[in-house]
């Protein structure tokens, strides 16, 4: 374990029975440190705002309180280097973000930051020419601290021009590990413009933001993406992924003095919370939005991974990157299963039904066709209350909704019920967590798994 100097005088003050003042204890359990890389002098594609774009990041998270390691037309042995050298300073409690401000290309699914000096003749040379996102992640996971930050203003053209032909452009979307948020500068598979001033667009609008005092990182970078976005007249839209669990500000606000309960009020019961309006209302789904939940099989204790990613949205149907159809609302009409095999609901296989209040009930029949079978469903529908539940990505409030599904296959005897227990928010605009059993009426278990909310992005 590592420890600072200024850590080793707390402990000493400790032990002989003084303290370091209060700013300095703070200071001591906790630090910001940045690792700032900015690449801009390509052979064949150079660019003319990165190190532009790294300076000025740089001096503003230093007047946001971080230590700042930072590299220019870095080689990959310099961002190898400057990566472990991050990675040896950041401590259990501390803040960690990377920035890296140069030309990234995306290969299989993997993304990749390019060093300069890259020899690189093919594709398939990129992922030992460059520096791996995942290398990135790998170093921020093993400091085991509660938040990390990675900004990627990175998805520029092809940087290789005609020598290769990229299969595809931009980077590829990333899921945001627990504590992590992930911003880049435009939406997953597009490309970012370099600028004609001093900085790149998305550099330019995220330097003023991060500005703002108290305004809490979600705010920030929303703020970034509606100016970006209004910019570039719709051609360039960011991009985030979080699943923080803990607030982030780069310029802290002043903090409110505490307050202390008379001993005449500290004992009074609080009053119930009223549910705020907006918990129950409908979603309004955007271009972008994504969410990530693991899935637990509660059977057999395996764990796998599902996302959603919202492709478009026109008329009344929402399209997801996995192939899903859904109504403006949520509602699957559409569903492909393993093999080729495809779920069809008529109407749409209803689990939301707004608004969503406390007490309210449904009773509906679906028709859902799988494949040559047929099944007919009589849902009924129940909201519960609120409640607050534990997922990975964060504690949320959400209303528990009880939707239980009596199914009959057509023209045969096969029948059952499918259960589901799940918590909507409407700030993340699905469910936050679920779990559901799918039994037959002899009483055999089909199904039993539990999702949770592990990482979402919504606009």
């Known amino acids: 374990m590592r420890i600072s100097c200024r850590e080793l005088l707390a ?182 413009a370099d600028g004609g001033g001093r900085n790149g667009l998305y550099t330019q609008n995220l330097v003023r933001q991060m500005a703002k005092t108290g305004a809490p990182i979600e705010d920030v970078f929303k703020s970034v993406r509606a100016a970006v976005r209004a910019e570039s007249k719709g051609m360039q839209i960011p991009w985030e992924s979080t699943s923080l669990e803990a607030r982030f500000a780069f310029r802290e606000g002043a903090k409110p003095a505490p307050q202390v309960a008379s001993a005449a009020t500290s004992s009074r019961p609080s009053a119930p919370r009223a549910i705020p309006a907006s918990l129950g209302s409908a979603p309004s789904f955007a271009l972008g939005d994504g969410w990530a939940y693991k899935v637990t099989n509660l059977l057999d204790g395996s764990e796998r991974r599902v996302a959603y990613h919202v492709t478009e949205v026109a008329n009344d149907q929402v399209r997801y990157s996995n192939g899903s159809v859904s109504d403006l609302f949520g509602n699957s009409t559409r569903i492909p299963r393993s093999g080729g095999r495809v779920d069809e609901f008529n109407p749409s296989n209803q689990f939301y039904l707004f608004p969503l209040r406390p007490g309210a009930t449904w009773d509906m029949k679906v028709l859902q066709t799988s494949g040559e079978r047929k099944f007919d469903l009589e849902v009924n529908l129940k909201v519960i209350g609120e409640e607050e539940v534990e997922t990975p990505a964060g504690r949320m409030r959400g209303l528990r909704i009880e939707r239980v599904a009596r199914w009959k296959q057509r023209d045969s005897p096969v029948a059952g019920v499918n259960t589901w227990t799940y918590w909507y928010n409407s700030g993340v605009k699905r469910i936050v967590a679920g779990e559901q059993k799918n039994v037959t009426a002899s009483g055999k278990v089909l199904l039993h798994e539990r999702y949770d909310l592990a990482a979402y992005q919504v606009r």
């Open 11 to 192: 402990l000493a003050l400790a032990c002989a029975g003084l303290a370091l003042p209060a700013r300095a204890a703070e200071e001591a359990a906790s630090k910001r440190l940045a690792l700032v890389i900015g690449n801009g002098a390509y052979a064949d594609a150079p660019l003319a705002n990165p190190l532009n774009d790294a300076a000025d990041i740089a001096k503003a998270l230093e007047a946001s309180g971080f230590t700042v390691i930072r590299r220019e037309n870095a080689s990959l042995r310099d961002m190898h280097l400057a990566l472990r050298e991050f990675g040896d300073k950041l401590g259990r409690r501390d803040t960690g973000l990377f920035y890296f401000a140069g030309h990234g290309m995306q290969v299989r699914g993997h993304n990749y930051l390019l060093p300069v000096g890259a020899d690189v003749a093919r594709e398939d040379e990129v992922a030992f020419a460059a520096l791996d996102l995942a290398a990135v992640m790998e170093k921020l996971d093993s400091a085991k601290n509660p938040v990390n930050i990675v900004i990627l203003d990175a998805c520029r053209n092809n940087p290789f021009g005609t020598r290769i032909a990229a299969s595809a452009k931009g980077l590829a979307q990333v899921d945001a590990p627990p504590g992590t948020f992930i911003a880049f500068a435009t939406a997953p598979g597009s490309t970012a």
